[in-house]
DNA sequence: AGGCGTACCTGAGGGC
DNA sequence: TGCCCTCAGGTACGCC
């Protein structure tokens, strides 16, 4: 489900709601999603209070009191959405409960069932495998370029690695793509200079206008309010097989690669 | 090292 | 109506 701008938009929504509050107990539905086991997980976080909630990647990261961190990956379909004091009935499909000493709670909820949380202690390296933030001023020409040197797999599936670059997903990089017009099926290093800065524009512009529109509601996505964003409505290729190229007109296909959809135009695309 | 296929899950939607 | 198939915003793992 959710790539950088929907995280992004959770984990604003989750800090005007949850941050200053103080943990009465959380409540472990299915164990298999909690680390460390589930006993431990409840156990611990009763009392610790959420000092700040930000994103690393695809990651939300609800920093505690404690120091230590509560790190939550959705997966496909996670959602994590808070309820006020009056709510009866969780999210559907909640695996975690986490109620607060105000009476609201925090529903951590996920259909497909892949979405993980974990509690890491505070010298924890945990983020050290994940790769870069585009919209950091990290995120360099330079940089993208070294990354991309001479890499053979296709770039589209170089941007969904989230060891180089974090945070891209498949609706992004798809329209990442297309905004550069480059072809999702060359090899990542062989781009050239300009196509290179084409493509580090576009991820950087894709994303922070999908930020603008809190994300991308192609199917079940919803940020912490349970509300759905407005990107899905100025998609430029993604999911449009046999519409019209919004630049040159011709029909947009879907090819697959790397065992992804992927939605791209023959003739703008190169 | 890196690239590829498969596994993990449930539900929605299309074809027949 | 219902059955069967494919597909889905993601990553981890094992194999070559």
Redesign the pocket.
């Known amino acids: ?3 950088l701008p ?1 995280v992004e938009t959770i984990a604003r929504g989750l800090a005007n709601a949850v941050v200053g509050k103080t943990i009465d107990s959380a409540t472990v539905l299915l164990p ?1 999603v909690v680390a460390p086991e589930p006993d431990r997980f409840a156990r611990e976080l009763v009392g610790d209070r959420i000092d700040a909630v930000g994103r690393r ?2 990651f939300v990261v609800l920093s505690l009191a404690s120091r230590r961190q509560l790190v939550v ?1 959705l ?2 379909t996670g959602r994590l959405i808070v309820q006020g004091a009056g709510a009866t009935i969780p999210e559907p499909y909640s695996n975690v409960l986490i109620r607060f000493s105000d009476g609201t709670r925090l529903c951590f909820a996920d ?4 979405g993980r949380m974990r509690l890491v202690e505070p010298e924890d390296p945990w983020a050290a495998e994940v790769g870069i933030e585009p919209l950091s001023g990290d995120f360099s020409l330079e940089r993208f370029s070294s990354l991309l040197a001479s ?4 770039v589209k ?1 170089f941007l ?1 690695d ?1 060891r180089r670059i974090a945070g891209i ?3 992004y990089a798809c329209e990442a793509l297309w905004d550069a017009r480059i072809r999702p099926a060359r090899p990542a290093g062989s781009l050239s200079k300009p196509a290179r800065r084409r493509l580090r524009d576009s991820i950087r512009d894709v994303l922070r206008r999908a930020i603008d529109m809190r ?7 919803v940020d912490a309010e349970g509300l759905r ?1 407005g990107f899905q409505n100025v998609l430029s290729v993604y999911g449009r097989d046999g519409e019209s190229c919004p630049r040159c007109t011709r029909t947009i296909v879907r090819t697959v690669i ?4 992927t939605w791209w135009c023959r003739t703008c695309q190169s």
């Open positions: 489900m959710p790539e929907e298999r990647g695809k990956h997966r496909m259909v497909r069932t892949f890499r053979t797999t296709p599936v969904l989230q997903g498949n609706i994300g991308t509601s192609v199917d079940d996505y964003g790397a065992q992804r959809g």
